[in-house]
């Protein structure tokens, strides 16, 4: 129990020769640095409220100002007209009493000084905000868009959908609702305008993600996926040392807000960071990890240093060598968060509020984040390639439906060979960072496959949580045993359907099976060409794959997402006049002007002129107001398809180049509709696009290898018509085939 005597700073006993103390200097020379870097933690964040409480002027310009002013009081001139007077008229009796009238001059000039600089500061905020609420810049044509033009956008992208008869009947809503209900209920959204940081946020947030009591799994957390050709170590425990630190050294980064902004491509507008501090646990010093049944607590951090990748790897083996079992009821214990809301939220009142059950769910919910030792291999390697990325993606969307914490903001599932994944719940943030760059190319593994850094070999051993879930047989035998002895009840206990915690996470678990099961997931590389091609053309990479994509919207306050809406009249002129084999001149023609509509319309999604989010609010006002038949309709429609592009950061740290094998497989979600389809793509590279394309096993008209084969053919009958020469070039090849030629 080493740990636990340097765990003590002192001890004193009390013999007939008096008090014998004994200090430990270790553990108070630890205790001393912890509260060092302590204070160092407090004073940087303080430097850093004070710069972002003057931005866009600097703590230095302030001096710069008093030295002004006094300079120009000097020359026996009055920059205030009159105000340094009128300040030092009113200062306090006590001070005109302790200064001379030359103090008195100086402190008012100080006092004026400051203000204008305030002063200074708020006109330039102001201006910098009218600045960046300009985004006319994306449009050739200017102008404000009104709730009449996005009424008619609306109409327009409904068009291709509806039957000539529901589009009459859908423009008579229309007209209906913006000449009675519709200015009432956008004076509504107008007056939230201006108290609320975002009109749409909050309810977007509440509504959408929070509201919903079915499971989430499946439904709403998406997941990342490894590199796709390379694992950087086959080490599992090193590899879950070098993801875990590369987290928490991007955690630090955001807690000291030395993370460069965001901005939008090829400009110098920011993005606003809203989602990067959307954080309520970011200094915890903890993580919670999950290995065969168990869960446990694992400090990274030692009286405020982090622990280096070695040591958390030595940890994490601990972990992996740890022999002990489940506690009754623990091992499948994570299926609650995998099954529906409402039995989660009962179970957790009645049975994880108090004792050990809340400490420890207290734990894994105010851990950094969790981490999942999986006891599986995964990745693209093997006799079935296509085969093995569908089960990986599977694997980090849903598991087992008990050996991830869906409702953790992100779960990180390390393999059993050193593949990786992440699963992330969506209500907090789209698209979190995953720091596959930090982990392989900043921090590196050795020769052998381990992680870098010194060892403290006497850490604490990471900490296995308890828990107090009882057996209902046990409990209902006991009650017998003690007011039915001369009974055997055995066969019908053995027959009795379980209650309370444990019948709840069987439930749970079946309802998230069934779920799970259902789920077909296809990942494929796309690898006949990719950006470079594209780009040769003269086409933008989002105009060739014409998605139905949650555009980014952080150009404002806390923005999220918008919808562009790719179904126009004329993608479906261009897609039916491919489909008739029209002459190559005319469907090049329709191509061009279906991306100029879909370019218009992402703009207009970026730039707040979406249709969608906004139609979501006036329905939610509406519900608080009256019932009308337009937004009822507009809200009820089946969104069959749904796709998104992951973005492809860090992309400073890779040299594709140099290490093209080092290509991220990005990641995907589920399902939009029970008959419908989820499609994920990213453009990695200038030869490379991933695709993820999933759907349900029980509607017989989706099909996630048939809709991937489709997207392959569209792929190359559009670069057919574009490309002067439909024969793929010799560098579309993958890395991995190129390399065999080498």
């Not at 001059?105 to 609420?133: Q, V, Y």
């Not at 490894?226 to 955001?254: C, E, H, M, W």
């Not at 006049?577 to 191509?591: D, K, Y």
């Not at 439909?726 to 560098?731: D, F, I, L, R």
């Amino acid at each position: 129990m080493a740990e636990a005597h340097q765990a003590v700073a002192f001890q004193f006993t009390i013999t007939p020769e008096g008090i014998d103390l004994q200090l430990s200097y270790q553990a108070l020379n630890q205790i001393l640095l912890s509260g060092v870097r302590s204070w160092k933690k407090r004073v940087s964040r303080m430097r850093n409220g004070v710069i972002k409480g003057v931005y866009p002027a600097s703590p230095s310009s302030w001096l710069f100002v008093v030295i002004a002013i006094l300079a120009t009081m000097y020359m026996r001139s009055d920059p205030s007209m009159g105000l340094i007077t009128k300040i030092q008229q009113h200062l306090p009796l006590s001070l005109h009493v302790s200064l001379s009238s030359q103090g008195q001059t100086m402190l008012s000039a100080l006092l004026f000084s400051t203000l204008l600089w305030l002063s200074l500061i708020l006109a330039l905020r102001f201006c910098l905000k009218l600045l960046l609420s300009y985004h006319q810049w994306m449009f050739e044509q200017h102008g404000r868009v009104s709730n009449t033009t996005k009424i008619w956008v609306y109409l327009l992208s409904a068009r291709p959908l509806l039957t000539d008869e529901g589009y009459e009947r859908m423009t008579k809503l229309a007209a209906q609702f913006e000449n009675n209900l519709g200015n009432r209920l956008q004076r509504y959204l107008k007056l939230k305008a201006l108290w609320a940081t975002n009109y749409v946020s909050d309810w977007w947030e509440e509504y959408i993600y929070l509201r919903s009591r079915g499971p989430i799994m499946v439904n709403s957390n998406y997941y990342g996926m490894d590199f796709l050709y390379v694992s950087p170590t086959s080490v599992q425990a090193a590899r879950a040392g070098n993801t875990i630190t590369a987290l928490l050294l991007y955690r630090r980064k955001v807690n000291r807000e030395e993370l460069k902004p965001s901005r939008v491509p090829g400009t110098v507008i920011p993005l606003c960071a809203a989602q990067y501090v959307l954080q309520h646990w970011q200094d915890s010093e903890f993580i919670a990890v999950y290995h065969r049944g168990r869960y446990f607590r694992l400090w990274v951090y030692r009286a405020g240093r982090l622990l280096s990748p070695r040591e958390i790897e030595l940890q994490i083996q601990r972990i992996l060598e740890d022999l002990s079992v489940p506690l009754p009821g623990e091992e499948k214990l994570g299926a609650l968060t995998a099954g529906d809301r409402v039995p989660w939220a009962q179970i957790r009142k009645q049975y994880f509020s108090s004792g050990i059950n809340k400490r420890s769910l207290d734990i894994i919910e105010r851990s950094a984040f969790f981490v999942t030792l999986d006891d599986e291999e995964q990745g693209m390697k093997g006799d079935d390639p296509v085969g093995n990325l569908d089960r990986y993606a599977k694997s980090i969307l849903h598991g087992k439906c008990y050996d991830r914490w869906f409702d953790k903001s992100f779960s990180i599932v390390i393999y059993k060979n050193g593949k990786s994944g992440l699963n992330a719940e969506h209500s907090w943030a789209d698209a979190p960072t995953y720091t596959l760059a930090t982990d392989a190319f900043q921090l590196g593994y050795t020769e052998d496959g381990h992680c870098k850094g010194d060892v403290d070999r006497s850490l604490p051993l990471p900490q296995k949580l308890t828990w107090d879930i009882p057996s209902e047989q046990s409990v209902f035998s006991w009650f017998h045993n003690l007011c039915f002895t001369d009974i055997n009840l055995e066969p019908v206990i053995a027959v009795l359907p379980l209650s309370g915690v444990q019948a709840q996470v069987s439930v749970s678990l079946a309802v998230a099976q069934a779920l799970a099961d259902d789920v077909d997931c296809h990942v494929f590389p796309f690898r006949e060409f990719g950006k470079g091609q594209i780009k040769k053309l003269r086409v933008r990479s989002r105009w060739f794959l014409f998605d139905l994509r949650g555009v980014d919207d952080r150009l404002f306050r806390e923005g999220r997402t918008e919808t562009v809406r790719s179904c126009s009249n004329e993608s479906c002129a261009f897609v039916k006049a491919l489909e008739a084999g029209e002459a190559g001149e005319q469907c090049r023609r329709l191509f061009r002007q279906a991306s100029e509509r879909h370019q218009n319309l992402y703009r207009m999604a970026m730039t707040g002129a979406g249709i969608d989010r906004h139609l979501f609010c006036l329905y939610v006002v509406s519900k608080y107001w009256a019932s009308t038949p337009f937004l009822k309709e507009v809200l009820s429609e089946p969104w069959r398809l749904s796709t998104s592009q992951t973005p492809v950061q860090q992309m400073e740290l890779f040299d594709l180049k140099n290490n093209p094998e080092f290509i991220s497989l990005g990641g995907g979600f589920g399902p939009v509709a029970d008959d419908g389809y989820g499609v994920s793509y990213i453009i990695v590279g200038e030869e490379m696009i991933n695709f993820h394309v999933s759907s349900k096993h029980s509607c017989s008209e989706t099909d996630s290898h048939r809709f991937g084969r489709q997207i392959t053919k569209a792929m190359l009958d559009i670069m057919t018509v574009l490309s002067a020469d439909a024969k793929p070039s010799s560098s579309s090849k993958s890395p991995t085939q190129s390399k065999k030629q080498l």
